[in-house]
């Protein structure tokens, strides 16, 4: 039996088990939690993230999605390449959400585009991401999607 990637343990809400059994990442959690999964970041705390703590990440970011969005409700991701970037994508597809990657560093009115297409009814990012790009997260609010700031998970 292939383990899943959220287990009654690392959840802070309920998740279904098998919303996330990706048979190469669940796999490698389980046969080692503490091999590194993800080199570098933006940050000397990011340079180094092990199979289990991304699986932590990506199930707490899944809760705080299931939390605030109805199932089936797009999501879209802005943030730099880094781990959290990864547990976010994992995330949105525990949560059984389609994801769309969003670059905080396009004009306003393409990612404006790209929101309102999609039907955006959640925005993943992080603090660094939202002071860099402010107007993204005035965009995401004003098309009616709640912000999720992933360092406050």
């Known amino acids: 039996m292939i383990p899943t990637l959220c287990d009654?343990?690392?959840m802070l809400a309920p998740i279904r088990?098998?919303?996330?059994?990706?048979?190469?990442?669940?796999a490698a959690v389980a046969i080692d939690?503490?091999?590194?999964?993800?080199f570098g970041g933006t940050s000397a705390d990011e340079a180094v993230t092990r199979y289990g703590e991304l699986r932590l990440m990506a199930?707490?970011?899944a809760a705080a999605i299931?939390?605030?969005?109805?199932p089936g409700?797009?999501?879209a991701v802005a943030l730099p390449a880094s781990a959290g970037c990864l547990a976010a994508l994992l995330a949105a597809l525990a949560a059984g959400r389609p994801c769309v990657p969003l670059d905080p560093s396009f004009p306003a009115d393409r990612n404006r585009m790209i929101m309102n297409h999609a039907g955006v009814g959640l925005l993943v990012t992080d603090r660094?991401?939202?002071?860099?790009?402010?107007?993204?997260a005035a965009l995401a609010q004003a098309a009616g999607a709640a912000v999720i700031l992933i360092d406050d998970l």
């Open 8 to 10: 009654a343990s690392a």
């Open 17 to 26: 088990p098998d919303r996330l059994e990706r048979p190469v990442f669940a």
């Open 33 to 38: 939690p503490q091999a590194v999964a993800v």
């Open 59 to 61: 199930c707490s970011v």
């Open 66 to 70: 299931d939390a605030a969005t109805a």
């Open 73 to 75: 409700t797009p999501v």
């Open 128 to 136: 660094a991401s939202r002071d860099r790009s402010p107007a993204l």
